[in-house]
């Protein structure tokens, strides 16, 4: 198994510019989901998804667009990337039961917005 | 919503020596899922130890274990017999349930010292 993985490693753009993070788990995982992390903020989620065809937003979902067409993928857009969205990118994924399973993490993407 | 204090940005600790790294939370809820995770130098996101907010017993896994007291919402981590490749940032995170978001404190820079 590969687990889950995360593309690229890393990526320079300039402001306005779109792209789109790619996130793939071969492990079934019903539940995945998009972290940024900055400087002193811990882990902060972007939007998350329990299932093909339904996601969600987190607590920073501003700037960002999902999509959930099939199980193992979960990319993350950003339309229009700003300064402000220079971050490390982490995606997770899990099953949702039984409940104390804990997310399997991508190596994470640093986005750098010029 | 739940939230997760981590009241120390760093510490330190000697090699072979204990260190404790606090965590406090704060939910009306009354089952969910209590995570430590390691983030190294690597930026890998890996699993410590994980605690059922049932199950009265501490978790404990080799050198870690929590000091769990539910009716504080306290979620200690305790690191025996300190090794080098502990240095790393250390998180606390809050789940209710495996279709809910995974909520993180802000971190704990851990370093030990030879």
């Known amino acids: 198994n590969a687990g889950v993985t995360q593309t690229p490693k890393f990526q320079v753009l300039k402001t306005g510019q779109s792209m789109t993070l790619q996130c793939a788990q071969d492990?079934?995982?019903?539940?995945m989901s998009w972290y940024r992390q900055d400087p002193g903020m811990g882990l902060r989620l972007i939007h998350y998804?329990?299932?093909?065809?339904?996601?969600d937003q987190g607590e920073v979902p501003n700037g960002y667009n999902v999509s959930r067409s099939t199980t193992e993928d979960f990319p993350l857009r950003l339309l229009s990337a700003a300064p402000s969205q220079t971050s490390v990118y982490f995606c997770?994924?899990?099953?949702?039961?039984?409940?104390?399973?804990?997310?399997?993490f991508g190596d994470g993407t640093r986005l750098s917005i010029l | 919503a739940q939230t997760v204090t981590q009241s120390q940005p760093e510490m330190s600790v000697q090699e072979a020596e204990t260190v404790t790294l606090s965590c406090t939370y704060d939910?009306?809820?009354?089952?969910?899922?209590l995570f430590w995770y390691k983030q190294p130098p690597s930026r890998q996101m890996i699993l410590v130890i994980r605690?059922?907010?049932?199950?009265?017993q501490n978790a404990t896994e080799n050198r870690f274990s929590v000091n769990f007291q539910k009716a504080a919402k306290s979620f200690s981590l305790k690191i025996s017999d300190s090794q080098l490749g502990d240095t790393a940032m250390y998180f606390c995170?809050?789940?209710?349930?495996?279709?809910?978001?995974?909520?993180f404190g802000k971190g704990t820079r851990l370093s030990v010292i030879a």
């Open positions: 939910t009306s809820e009354n089952n969910y899922y």
């Open positions: 605690q059922e907010a049932y199950k009265q």
């Open positions: 995170a809050f789940m209710i349930s495996g279709n809910t978001p995974l909520v």
């Open positions: 492990m079934n995982h019903e539940y």
């Open positions: 997770a994924s899990s099953y949702s039961r039984p409940s104390n399973q804990p997310q399997h």
């Open positions: 998804s329990v299932g093909a065809g339904i996601t």
